[in-house]
Structure formats: C-alpha cells, structure tokens
C-alpha cells in the first residue's frame, strides 16, 4: 500500500513539474487523505510532498498558465489604462499570499491528520476466550496487542503448558469489567492494548508473570513496556521462562 501512495506523490510532483500543478495538487490531496492507512514515517513524508506540490500550484506558473487557457483577466483595452505597478511591492504581496496558503493547507492537513490518530475507547469485556483473546462488546472478539499466550485445555484436549493460568489471569483482571482500548493501528480493530482503570497495561501483565510471550513485531512506547516485563520475566524465570 505504500507503493501505491509513493506513486500517486510521484505523479503529482511531476505533474507540478510540468506546469499541471492543478492536476497535481488534487492528485496529492486525494492520496492524503488516505494517510491514515500509513505508519508515521509515510505519513510525515506524504506531508511533505503535499506541501511542495501546493507550492506549485498556488505559485506563478499555475496562475499563468489558467490565464493563457481561460482568458483571465482585463482584457487589452483595459490593460492599456492600467496604472503601474510597483514590481517590489507585488512581489511582497505574492509571497504574503503564499504564506498564507501554505498555512491554510498545513491546518487542512493537521486536522485531517489527527482524524487517522485512534484515541482509546472504554468498552466492557463480556467474556475471556483465551490467555490473549478477549470478548468485547461493540467488537466481538479482539486479541490482545504484541503478545501470544499459551493455548488453554479445550474439550478433551490438554492443551500447552500454562495456558489454563494464563486464561485465569486475564479472567481475574478483566472479566465483567470497563476497560480502554488502545489500537495500534488505525485500519484494524482486531488486536488492541488494553489498559485498567488504574491505567494498568494488561498485556505487559501478562508478560511480566511469564504467562505470555512478546508476539510479532509491536512498536511505539506499549511495545517497549511489553520488552521490558519480558525481560523482568526471563530474568525471573517464571512461567513460560522456568
């Protein structure tokens, strides 16, 4: 997905280049938009491009070139009655303009920005299905951010070793109670960090009693919390580390 949103920035700075800054900035206004589907580092990037090709396309050659096409402007009588203009004052006048543009496109953009940011939600936990899975109402089933617990004794299966304390764990922690929600990511609500009304990280929880392993490749503050309980549990030996 991130080549896709390269190549839309790609084709709307060329277009700027070549005098089809119109055709440029609403090529990269359309692709920002769909910035929260990026991480932060894209997202920052795609800011950038968008501000350059803006520049483009409120700067003098676009203006030039709608007048050529669409005939802007007094037309040749009037211009011979036109009194001068003073070229230094004109010039300070179209760089005011364009500071104010570029402003006006930096909030547009800052606001649409913060609209991809997932601010936490307090939802209720109806059930615990497993040591890393919770049942959640509004979501269904949603599993816990960075970490895998041991499979739990189903049916007449065993099971893995652990699994049983690490359900009873989660269960003591969060069953029948509101929590807050913490997706790491803005395109999916399937895995979430959860934090107790005391603000306690439960999937670090988890960890740090050895009932749970970092998983996959979390980043941000939560996950350097989560590295930190699986090194206080290695150190420990407990659980899953004995």
Not at 45 to 71: E, I, N, Y
Not at 202 to 212: E, K, S, Y
Request: aromatic fraction near 10%; glycine fraction near 10%; proline fraction near 7%.
């Amino acid at each position: 997905m991130a080549a896709v949103f390269l190549a839309i920035d790609g084709l709307g700075l060329a277009a700027a280049r070549f005098r089809l800054a119109a055709f440029g900035f609403l090529l990269t206004a359309f692709g920002f938009l769909l910035t929260a589907f990026l991480p932060g580092f894209f997202a920052v990037f795609r800011l950038s491009v968008f501000f350059v090709v803006a520049f483009f396309a409120t700067g003098p050659p676009a203006a030039r070139v709608c007048k050529r096409r669409f005939r802007i402007g007094p037309s040749p009588a009037a211009r011979l009655h036109r009194p001068p203009r003073t070229p230094a004052n004109s010039l300070k006048a179209w760089w005011s303009l364009q500071i104010l543009r570029v402003l006006s496109l930096a909030a547009i953009a800052a606001a649409a920005y913060q609209q991809g940011i997932v601010r936490p939600e307090v939802v209720q936990i109806r059930a615990v299905l497993d040591g890393h899975t919770i049942d959640v109402a509004g979501y269904g089933r949603v599993r816990l951010a960075g970490i895998r617990a041991p499979r739990p004794p189903r049916g007449a299966g065993e099971g893995e070793p652990f699994g049983r304390e690490a359900r009873e764990r989660l269960e003591g922690m969060v069953t029948h109670r509101f929590v807050r929600l913490e997706f790491p990511s803005s395109a999916s609500r399937s895995a979430a960090y959860v934090l107790l009304e005391d603000g306690t990280f439960v999937n670090a929880t988890l960890v740090r009693d050895g009932l749970a392993r970092v998983s996959g490749r979390p980043s941000g503050p939560r996950a350097e919390e989560l590295q930190r309980a699986q090194a206080s549990a290695q150190q420990l030996k407990l659980g899953l580390w004995r």
